[in-house]
């Protein structure tokens, strides 16, 4: 159980254009989700909460402009990064809490690499 | 910046037991310790976590001091497949809840 994906595992795109990551919650509902960004040998920063049905919560430092989030269900949230840059390629991965039984446990998905060209 | 301090790598011979420190010593009487682990180049895989009381499941054990200011990890029979990096993260549960992952300590099983 709690198992979360992520599609795609990995995009490659070319500067300026948008990507779209989908993270799901195969067997649970996430009433809250994460989005987290990860550099080459660092550790995992959060960018932002979301809440299904609400506007997300971004962190300090992370433009909400440019990296979009959509929590629309409760299994399915999005983040979109607009007019991606070289310098936003990272491992961007994402984890859900459920809302009952285990709800105090985040769940992580595989992670989508993103490299902008 | 992460409310946790552990060692940046350690060594364990498959098959015996590995035992992961972390130091918390800021933590609030509501806070949780949890335990995760991240594989190269993969997402977060959840291991355990806890408030006060010792913790057991089928991936590991959570021993936590009595006055909560560090705990340790311990993998009974290591195998080849628990090298990774091994995360201790302190927070408050829901709706509270904020993962401040540190560096972790990079955990090799050697043969």
């Known amino acids: 159980g709690a198992v979360v994906s992520q599609h795609p595992s990995r995009v490659i795109c070319k500067s300026g254009t948008s990507v779209k990551i989908e993270c799901r919650s195969l067997?649970?509902?996430?009433?809250?989700m994460f989005w987290y960004r990860q550099f080459p040998k660092q550790s995992l920063m959060l960018m932002a909460t979301s809440n299904e049905g609400s506007k997300a919560t971004y962190e300090q430092g992370v433009e909400k402009d440019k990296f979009l989030i959509n929590h629309a269900s409760l299994t399915l949230s999005t983040l979109t990064v607009t007019s991606a840059h070289p310098e936003d390629s990272s491992f961007y991965i994402c984890s859900a809490r459920p809302g009952t039984g285990g709800g105090e446990t985040q769940y992580f998905g595989p992670g989508t690499r993103l490299l902008v060209l | 910046d992460a409310k946790t301090t552990q060692p940046t790598s350690m060594d364990c011979a498959e098959g015996r037991a590995a035992n992961l420190p972390c130091n918390h010593s800021t933590i609030s009487g509501n806070e949780y310790v949890y335990w995760y682990r991240q594989i190269h180049s993969q997402g977060p895989q959840y291991i355990i976590h806890g408030l006060k009381n010792n913790e057991t499941n089928e991936m590991a054990s959570l021993i936590i001091t009595e006055d909560r200011k560090s705990s340790t990890l311990i993998l009974p029979h290591a195998t080849l497949r628990d090298t990774a990096v091994y995360y201790c993260i302190v927070s408050a549960r829901p709706p509270r809840q904020n993962f401040v992952f540190g560096p972790g300590t990079r955990l090799s099983v050697l043969p």
């Open positions: 067997d649970f509902q996430a009433t809250t």
